[in-house]
């Protein structure tokens, strides 16, 4: 069949119409070039479909195999899982603050301490269950966050990371102040049988290691949702916006007061429910030992080394906090097992600078790609949908074309 088209003044100012399936015929048919399987790379997923779907379900798998899996090992192996989830917890909680707000904080470590005391002090003091003081824990670290968070409202970068660092090396002096309430200098210990799990969990007071792996994981799950949610809101695109440019923000629209408190805010309370666990994994709380300044190091360490501003950057982070320490003291002991840590803490950040989360994705990139799920096309009510075959015949009558000039189809 021969088209022929004629070429005037106002053929350039119509919408071209392009036909996809003759020109995938047309590539189709051309000789395979060098490089093409490589071209092909990466393959494309639509999200919601049933590839898409079974992606998913098979890391849903993966986790829960992973889960169960901790769940029947040796003491020692689980007891070394559940410090994870704990740290993958506070962790969790300065990625808020750091990674997705851009607030550095290096006093962590005392929102974790406060949360391990407001457990410790409920179980001795007041006979609370050790389950039933994270809901508190929780409270109180939002509320110390918010005051904290204040000075963010003026200040930024190493200016709000030294009003953060004076606030973690002031923990462990006010907790030594009131000996009467936290134990001083002495401690406060926690007796096992205040951990004893609930009665309906089957579990008795020997088995207390073995429950608190499961409430860890199913806390670190709750936590993982609740982080997915808030940076996939309004206020999780609030806060980015803030970290990447606050004048652009302001301009926006966006409360730049309300979203820096409010996130230091729920970042110290995450973190504080990790130190709750901490607390019930512990039994005997030592602020001048367990919550001073080399703990806030390890966990903005976890953060770096897991990928600031990632979802999965706390597990990777609570992994490293944990191991990383562990293998290079079986490798050395004293100053050379430091220096192997430092050593290792180099390397991941030279190989890896966005983290080992974020290097794992953009590498991923290249070969997986999920893009949106094509919205399907708004029909009125008052109007019937017509097939696509007589929409796309339909000639363009909108730009005051000739019918005739409309292309045939092939």
């Known amino acids: ?51 898409h779907l079974g992606l998913v379900a098979l890391g849903l798998a993966a986790v829960v195999g992973a889960i169960l899996y901790g769940g029947s090992i040796g003491a020692f192996e689980q007891g070394q899982l559940t410090r994870v989830m704990i740290y993958a917890v506070a962790i969790a909680g300065l990625n808020i603050a750091t990674g997705y707000t851009g607030l550095v904080s290096v006093g962590h470590s005392a929102f974790f301490g406060l949360g391990a005391y407001t457990t410790g002090i409920l179980v001795v003091k007041y006979g609370w269950e050790a389950e039933k003081t ?26 709000l990371a030294i009003v953060t660092l004076a606030f973690g090396v002031a923990f462990p002096e006010v907790v030594a102040r009131f000996d009467g309430l936290t134990g001083g200098a002495s401690g406060l210990t926690i007796r096992l049988r ?15 290691p073995r429950w608190l792996y499961w409430f860890s994981a199913a806390v670190l799950l709750v936590v993982m949702i609740v982080v997915h949610n808030v940076v996939r809101s309004r206020y999780g ?9 606050e004048i652009a923000a302001s301009s926006c629209g966006v409360n730049l007061a309300v979203a820096k ?21 512990l039994g005997t709380l030592v602020a001048n030992d367990s919550f001073t300044l080399l703990n806030a190091i390890a966990l903005l360490t976890g953060l770096v080394i897991g990928g600031e501003g990632t979802r999965f950057g706390a597990i990777v982070g609570g992994l490293a906090v944990v191991y990383i320490p562990y293998y290079s003291s079986s490798l050395g002991q004293g100053e050379s097992a430091a ?15 966005e983290g080992i989360t974020g290097a794992f994705f953009r590498f991923l990139r290249r ?7 094509t919205p399907r096309p708004y ?32």
């Open 1 to 51: 069949m021969t088209t022929t088209s004629q070429i005037d003044g106002d053929s350039f100012d119509r919408p071209q119409t392009v036909d996809g399936e003759l020109v995938a015929s047309r590539e189709e048919a051309r000789p395979p070039r060098r490089g093409a399987r490589a071209r092909s790379l990466p393959f494309v997923v639509q999200r919601g479909s049933g590839v």
């Open 194 to 208: 205040d951990l004893k799990p609930p009665e309906w969990t089957g579990y008795n007071l020997g088995e207390q």
């Open 237 to 245: 695109l609030a806060m980015m916006a803030s970290r990447d440019n």
């Open 261 to 281: 408190t409010v996130s230091f805010g729920l970042s110290g309370a995450i973190t504080g429910v990790g130190g709750s666990l901490f607390a019930m994994y």
């Open 339 to 353: 220096v192997i840590f430092g050593a290792a803490l180099i390397v991941i950040v030279f190989v890896a600078p």
């Open 367 to 373: 070969v997986l790609r999920v893009i949106p799920r």
């Open 134 to 159: 994270l809901p508190i824990a929780f409270a109180v670290c939002f509320v110390v966050g918010l005051v904290v968070g204040l000075p963010a409202l003026r200040i930024r970068g190493l200016y």
């Open 379 to 410: 029909v009125r009510a008052d109007r019937p949908e017509q097939p696509a075959a007589a929409t796309a015949a339909r000639p363009d009558t909108t730009s005051g074309g000739d019918p005739a000039d409309a292309p045939d189809p092939i």
